[in-house]
């Protein structure tokens, strides 16, 4: 159980374009999920927390409007980055708990972005 | 101060030797503790949590803790090659109970054959 899912699992984009990042809990429900980004060598930043039915919290220094977050359902988030550059590209994992084990997270296999 | 400290390593170990990685934490109110480990190019994954105070052991694995002291470490009993990871130490601020975790920058461990 608690099986997180991400789709792509690698995307490469050209700089000024936008990428959809999917992540999925397959076998519960979440009203939260997270949205973490880590750099080659650095431990997880984490970026937004994802509130199904309503508006993503983002964490200080993260722009809201280039990293659009959508929790449209209970086992789906979105993560889209928006007029992507060369400088986003990193590595983007999402994470969600189960709504009954609220502290134990669970993470997606992540997505590899490239920016060219 | 950051507020989940770790030691970044490499801490090496021989096979079959006990390796003990420690954690830090600066805020008192957390609650929750959590161990993952990361392979190079993959997400974390869970080995272990403890919300109390002592011991907890699950396998080769355990993971102790003393709120008193701030710290939380983990042993891996009769280390192995497949165990050469970076390990993170995860907790809970004192004052969220949506489950945010805050990371701590991970130790790398090598176990040498």
């Known amino acids: 159980g608690a099986v997180v899912s991400q789709h792509p699992s690698w995307v490469i984009c050209k700089s000024g374009t936008s990428v959809k990042i999917e992540c999925r809990s397959l076998d519960f429900q979440a009203t939260t999920m997270f949205w973490y980004r880590q750099f080659p060598k650095q431990s997880l930043m984490l970026m937004a927390t994802?509130?199904?039915?309503?508006?993503?919290?983002?964490e200080q220094g993260v722009e809201k409007d280039k990293f659009l977050i959508n929790h449209a359902s209970l086992t789906l988030s979105t993560l889209t980055v928006t007029s992507a550059h060369p400088e986003d590209s990193s590595f983007y994992i999402c994470s969600a708990p189960p709504q009954d084990r609220v502290h134990e997270q669970y993470f997606g296999p992540g997505t590899r972005l490239t920016v060219t | 101060q950051k507020e989940v400290e770790q030691n970044s390593g490499p801490l090496s170990v021989p096979e079959g030797a006990i390796a003990s990685l420690n954690c830090t934490y600066s805020?008192?109110?957390?609650?929750?503790f959590f161990w993952y480990r990361q392979y190079s190019g993959k997400s974390p994954e869970l080995i272990m949590f403890?919300?109390?105070?002592g011991d907890k052991e699950d396998g080769r694995f355990t993971a102790q803790l003393n709120k008193a002291s701030q710290y939380v470490s983990l042993l891996i009993r009769d280390s192995q090659p497949s165990d050469s990871a970076t390990y993170l130490c995860a907790v809970t601020p004192g004052s969220s109970n949506t489950g945010k975790l805050i990371f701590g920058q991970g130790t790398t461990l090598q176990v040498k054959p």
């Open positions: 994802s509130n199904e039915g309503s508006k993503a919290t983002y």
């Open positions: 403890i919300y109390s105070n």
């Open positions: 805020d008192r109110g957390s609650q929750s």
